[in-house]
């Protein structure tokens, strides 16, 4: 194992919950979609720092992300 096949796993996203913004704990290009508990595509993109949801409605969303070959995904939450 390089150090590398492990990064997508030590990423963090912050705040959880979030009003505004979630930031992420490395400095790491990654791509992301954000869908809404119906499966719906909801945002998408690339950042390296934040991803803004104040637009979002207040909910539970689900945030995949992906860092080279590697996704994972976690469930944020809007209020």
Request: avoid cysteine; charged fraction near 25%.
């Amino acid at each position: 194992l390089s150090i590398d096949d492990n990064i997508i796993d030590d990423l963090i996203f912050y705040p959880n919950p979030t009003s505004d913004k979630i930031y992420i704990s490395k400095n790491l290009s990654i791509d992301y979609i954000i869908y809404n508990s119906l499966g719906k595509k909801i945002k998408f993109g690339n950042t390296s720092r934040e991803i803004d949801i104040s637009s979002l409605n207040n909910g539970v969303y689900f945030l995949r992300y992906q860092y080279e070959n590697k996704s994972s995904s976690i469930k944020i939450v809007k209020n």
